[in-house]
């Protein structure tokens, strides 16, 4: 579904990203795991073009998004606003628009960005909050939330776009340790339902039970790729042993 | 005082307003262009922007009412004082508003835009669904501030014969020599209209703070 071949990305002489290449099939779950600054980030902004980037290919379904041609974009901005329409991403920091509703965070984009009819939109925003079990939570605002709830909007958020690969950057980081719980059962259940997802997480607990498949990157490459149980447990490469202790 | 004084006074508080009235919107919207230099990918913009803030900045109102007054009488411009004057306000306070936005765009956070950008949003879209609302909640308090600052500089005005409150009172002042009490009531008529300005704005910040956007009081 999503096929990362070679990207590379430096900021003059710092390499962020040194050839990095991953697939991603259907359903799949694959989550980043590394050390800070390693380019966990910047690969998961690269796919949906937050991040330029200076070589290689990124496929989604088969067919290549947007990249740099020289000075110019590859493709125009209609085309590059409807793939990130496809690729639904979850930050950090929730990244609600603060004057909004929940409701409305989950509309703004199939309204404004799809051309889906307000009703129709709020139908499907409903039934998506619904999903993350904050149906009762439409009409409040971000400042009303708790962090694990503004969590849940965003995932809710990037669902509405009816996307079917969801990227998810340190979803549960910022979240209190009691709140994590609430938006790991969410990854989990989506993924029980078949949604693609790559995330960077720092948890090797929600890595272990979310993840098919486990990537550990160090300066910018994926070092050692592998089922979740496998790689943890039987780490190969050098250095992945000793940041697995240190992060237990 | 007699009731016919008091009465040209009202009658020129309403022209403070007219010409508040007057410069406002026009400041505004050159700030809004201006910002758009501001801004600007092209550093030749920028550095427009950089010369007209500091040469705007760094000219007394006063003197910039001056200049402009005989910079268009010299050249054969006939205009009447009002227009001089709003022209005079809308050009000094179209870098202070100008500033305004400036500051309140800086306090946008980026994620807000990454968001607004990883939905797909169209610009337009991102503009006003996204930024114009963050911008006004950012930049509100500031704004008004300004807003009242550009009321009470519509004084300087009476040097170059724009009638209006602080031109009354002096006209007043030289017919009756009752300093302090022209003075005295000038003052609270300025502060009246300075009052509802200050008023409007933290109206209009609490509906704001209505819509979920808590503003520090």
Known sequence: ?248 | MTQNDLIMLVRATLSTLYLAAGTIPCATALAALLVLLAISRHRALRWTYAGLRWLVRGTPLALLALLIYYALAGNGIAVPPVVAGILVLAIYFSILFAEVIRGALLAIPRTATDSALSLGLPRMATLTRVILPMLLRQGLPAYINVCVMAIKGSSVLSIIGVWELTYASREIIERNLEVFQVLSVAAVLYFLICFGADRCGRWAEARLARRGYQTQR
Request: aromatic letters at 4%.
């Open chain 1, 1 to 248: 579904m999503l096929e990362l071949t070679n990207l590379r990305k430096s900021y003059g002489p710092l390499t962020i990203l040194d050839g990095v290449s991953l697939t991603v099939a259907e359903g799949e779950v694959v989550a980043l795991i590394g050390r800070s600054g390693c380019g966990k980030s910047t690969l998961l902004r690269c796919i949906n073009f937050l991040e330029d980037y200076d070589d290689g290919e990124i496929r989604l379904d088969g067919r290549r998004l947007w990249h740099r041609e020289g000075s110019r974009s590859s493709l125009p901005r209609r085309d590059i606003e409807r793939d990130r329409q496809r690729i639904g991403v979850v930050f950090q920091q929730y990244n609600l628009f603060p004057h909004m509703t929940a409701l409305e965070n989950v509309c703004l984009g199939p309204v404004h960005g799809m051309g889906v009819s307000r009703a129709e939109a709020e139908a499907t925003g409903r039934r998506m909050l619904e999903r993350v079990g904050l149906g009762e939570r439409a009409d409040f605002y971000p400042s009303q939330l708790s962090g694990g709830q503004m969590q849940r909007v965003a995932i809710a958020r990037a669902l509405a776009m009816k996307s079917r690969l969801l990227l998810l950057d340190e979803a549960t980081s910022a979240l209190d340790p009691e709140l994590v719980a609430e938006v790991e059962d969410v990854i989990k259940a989506l993924r029980a339902e078949g949604m693609a997802m790559v995330m960077v997480t720092h948890s090797m607990a929600l890595a272990r039970e979310a993840a098919d498949r486990i990537a550990y990157m160090k300066g910018g490459r994926i070092v050692e790729i592998a089922p979740a149980a496998q790689l943890l447990d039987a780490p190969q490469a050098p250095g992945l042993r000793d940041f697995l202790k240190r992060i237990r």
